[in-house]
């Protein structure tokens, strides 16, 4: 026998949005769902530095690199967002 553990980490803004989560959360497909969502998006980003050369590592660098700058600028466009919404007090 075995077990599968999942775990959903994060915040919401009240209790009702939680609820709403919630009920979608204990659906059996849920994270599997999710997974597959993520692949699909990791995938059709890295699709825009497609690159095709006689190196299959020189083209998978040049995804993985455009995939980490991407990822790097929304990390840092929600931090810049998050910052002026709790400067603005419009929480």
């Known amino acids: ?3 599968i553990l999942y775990s959903l980490i994060g ?3 009240d209790e009702e949005k939680l ?3 919630l009920d979608s959360v204990v659906k059996k497909d849920f994270f599997s769902s999710k997974r597959q969502e993520n692949q699909e998006t ?3 980003t890295k699709n825009h530095a ?3 050369s ?3 590592e020189f083209d998978q660098y040049c995804q993985q690199t455009f995939l980490r700058e991407k990822v790097s600028l929304v990390h840092k466009c929600m ?3 998050r910052r002026l ?3 603005s007090k419009i929480v």
Do not use: A, G, W, Y
């Open 11 to 13: 915040h919401i803004e």
């Open 1 to 3: 026998m075995s077990v």
């Open 42 to 44: 990791i995938e059709r």
């Open 85 to 87: 919404t709790r400067d």
């Open 79 to 81: 931090s810049t967002s």
């Open 19 to 21: 609820c709403i989560l």
């Open 50 to 52: 497609l690159t095709i």
């Open 54 to 56: 006689s190196s299959n």
